[in-house]
């Protein structure tokens, strides 16, 4: 297997469109057509991260965050980043990122948070708009299924909870067939007109080339028409954050308890205590304070989160408590999920977890004299 069908894969799952401006996933380091020996996931590519990758004989990493954020200017070894890159293109070590755009589908990173908690009714906190677009296209009548069908397979037509969704109308198309066509009907030279059928349905933007191809395979026109527009629909099943219900309410002390627990950490920084009883839950792994207006706006109980600065817990204004677990902590079951959906595809694949812990946050206890 190539690291060009792992990537495929991931982005099948998780696509590249859907990153953030700022972010730089995908095939960080390596040639796409290498054969793959073994998989690594992991939150972090560090050297300890990359050795451990040798050892296993694992010569493709896949990772949360990406090995290089910002461009790099010189590779000389001077920081943690630069010899990273150095040692992994020095052992012919893949290395492929699927950062925000595994944050930005609700299956991803905060879906496993989820997962996690026990949540249900999930939705999108904060659904991502312009990246919709629509086709219309005009197919004769006894064409239309296998029109149809060949652009539904590539993905069109999913709204939601929804497949397959579209819309048709009879009408009445005409073309004139001029010297060196080959035309599916008609006459060079003449017009023709046919009854057609109109059909349009909205797809996610990143489809639109596999969707243009297929249409154009399973249609019997030489030159078939269509029209492919932009949406500023905001889409259901990609954006930042999740929401989602706990199946038994609890207290906010019990709350705070399960999240230390489920998290592994001995110290939450939080907002102060509403007095409310917590059931409906906010998520965002990682840095999420850009979504506390959201939060609060739909009138959620507890948001999970990391990153938080000292004034954005005033925000809070007692209707929230804001619960910062830990950049790593809310993210730590990223690799889980990565291992998950490779072997869900490559179940005999070597797919392995690492066993590195990458946090460069510690935290020091103070003990209470005995």
Not at 329 to 343: A, C, G, I, P, R
Not at 351 to 363: A, F, H, R, W
Request: with cysteine; aromatic share 8%; charged share 20%.
């Amino acid at each position: 297997m190539t690291i060009a069908a792992i990537a495929t894969y991931l982005e099948s799952v998780a696509p590249l469109a859907l990153q953030e401006s700022y972010d730089n996933a995908g095939l960080i380091i390596g040639d796409p057509q290498w054969e793959c020996s073994g998989i690594l996931c992991t939150l972090d590519v560090t050297e300890a991260v990359i050795q451990e990758a040798l050892e296993k004989n694992c010569n493709c990493i896949i990772a949360h965050h990406p090995l290089i954020f910002r461009p790099l200017k010189r590779l000389n070894g001077s920081d943690p980043a630069e010899r990273a890159v150095i040692m992994a293109v020095r052992n012919n070590i893949a290395v492929y990122a699927a950062h925000t755009n595994l944050d930005n589908v609700v299956g991803g990173v905060n879906g496993k948070i989820a997962d996690k908690l026990g949540l249900v009714n999930r939705s999108v906190m904060e659904p991502k708009t312009s990246t919709l677009k629509k086709l219309f296209t005009f197919v004769p009548d006894r064409y239309l299924e296998r029109v149809r069908s060949a652009v539904f397979a590539v993905g069109g037509g999913h709204i939601g909870n929804y497949s397959e969704c579209g819309f048709t109308s009879q009408g009445t198309g005409s073309f004139l067939p001029e010297a060196g066509a080959k035309p599916f009907t008609g006459v060079i030279g003449q017009r023709r007109e046919e009854q057609e059928v109109k059909l349009e349905m909205i797809f996610p933007a990143h489809l639109e080339a596999m969707l243009v191809k297929a249409l154009r395979a399973a249609h019997p026109y030489e030159e078939p028409a269509f029209d492919i527009i932009n949406l500023s629909n905001a889409h259901p099943g990609t954006g930042s954050g999740v929401n989602g219900e706990l199946k038994f309410p609890m207290d906010e002390n019990s709350f705070l308890t399960l999240l230390q627990d489920h998290f592994q950490t001995d110290s939450i920084r939080h907002s102060p205590l509403t007095g409310k009883t917590i059931a409906r839950i906010g998520i965002c792994g990682g840095a999420g304070s850009f979504l506390i207006t959201n939060a609060l706006r739909n009138k959620i109980d507890a948001f999970v989160t990391a990153d938080m600065k000292y004034h954005e817990f005033f925000e809070a204004d007692g209707r929230l408590l804001i619960c910062d677990i830990g950049h790593f902590e809310s993210e730590q079951f990223t690799s889980d999920l990565l291992v998950e959906l490779l072997l869900h595809k490559f179940p005999t694949f070597a797919v392995l977890k690492s066993e590195v812990k990458t946090n460069p946050v510690n935290y020091f206890l103070r003990r209470k004299p005995s």
